[in-house]
């Protein structure tokens, strides 16, 4: 078992969410140990990942409804202003 070097590595927060769930579990991690979970490991980096396209789509539907609202607005003001002038 190789043991993993940890001088200058910065700490990620999912290694210190690791860590505050379990100590143990994240010092065998440390000293290089494999988890016996790696299916449910996977299993749940796959809902992450799934997870975080959802919020890919939803944040581009959103930047499109934006758009769409200000491209309505503009449209009611020319139109008000083609009233007002008379031009429609």
Same mark, same amino acid.
């Given at each position: 078992?190789? $043991? +993993?070097?940890? #001088?200058? +590595?910065?700490?990620? *927060?999912?290694?210190?969410? #690791?860590?505050? !769930?379990? &100590?143990?579990?994240?010092? !065998?991690?440390?000293?290089?140990? &494999?988890?016996?979970?790696?299916? @449910?490991?996977? $299993?749940?980096?796959?809902?992450?990942?799934?997870? @975080?396209?959802?919020?890919?789509?939803?944040? #581009?539907?959103?930047?499109? %409804? #934006?758009? %769409?609202?200000?491209?309505?607005? @503009?449209?009611?003001?020319?139109?008000?202003?083609?009233? *007002?002038?008379?031009?429609?």
């Amino acid at each position: 078992m190789e $043991r +993993k070097q940890r #001088r200058g +590595k910065p700490i990620s *927060a999912s290694e210190l969410g #690791r860590f505050l !769930y379990c &100590e143990r579990a994240w010092w !065998y991690g440390v000293q290089g140990e &494999e988890s016996s979970h790696l299916e @449910a490991l996977e $299993r749940g980096a796959q809902r992450h990942e799934a997870f @975080a396209g959802e919020v890919r789509l939803a944040e #581009r539907v959103r930047a499109g %409804l #934006r758009v %769409l609202i200000w491209l309505v607005l @503009a449209a009611i003001v020319l139109a008000a202003i083609g009233l *007002a002038t008379g031009l429609l």
